[in-house]
């Protein structure tokens, strides 16, 4: 739940803040070759990638927060900054503020392309078998059709 999950976050910014052994079993380094909407991103020895449409990545932390600065686009963002690094970013990373490129190269993008070894890839919660590459790309945009709220009080 969201006190575990917050828990768990503070626990690993600690860690990294002091050179603990969470934060040595989660700074694993992965050579990663990326190119965004055809341009290759420099290598900078990538921790993580991240990527999504909403602004939001959970616990009000607003990461993605130029995912809408283009209609049909998504924000993507390469870590390669240190633990200890992010870990003092966090405030920043909270309220959405630009990430500095010392610790993540960002784009907004319409198509990502991600060539490793055995890229792990977590999709909506949910863990998806290793690949060697990944590609992500935007759809078409959706528009929802919500039947009109009812008022309090009203039958």
Do not use: K, M, N, Y
Request: hydrophobic share 45%.
């Amino acid at each position: 739940g969201r006190p575990g999950t917050a828990l768990l976050l503070a626990r690993a910014a600690l860690s990294a803040l002091a050179g603990g052994p969470l934060a040595r079993a989660l700074d694993r380094r992965a050579p990663l070759r990326i190119r965004a909407d055809g341009e290759a991103w420099p290598d900078g020895g990538d921790l993580g990638l991240l990527a999504g449409t909403v602004p939001s990545i959970g616990l009000g932390f607003r990461a993605l927060a130029r995912c809408d600065e283009q209609p049909g686009f998504f924000h993507a963002i390469g870590l390669h900054g240190s633990l200890p690094r992010l870990a003092r970013l966090l405030p920043r990373i909270h309220r959405g503020a630009p990430w500095p490129r010392r610790a993540g190269f960002d784009a907004v993008v319409r198509e990502l392309v991600v060539e490793g070894e055995g890229i792990e890839l977590l999709l909506d919660g949910a863990l998806r078998p290793p690949a060697a590459r990944i590609r992500l790309t935007s759809g078409p945009a959706i528009e929802l059709l919500l039947p009109p709220r009812r008022r309090a009080g009203a039958v």
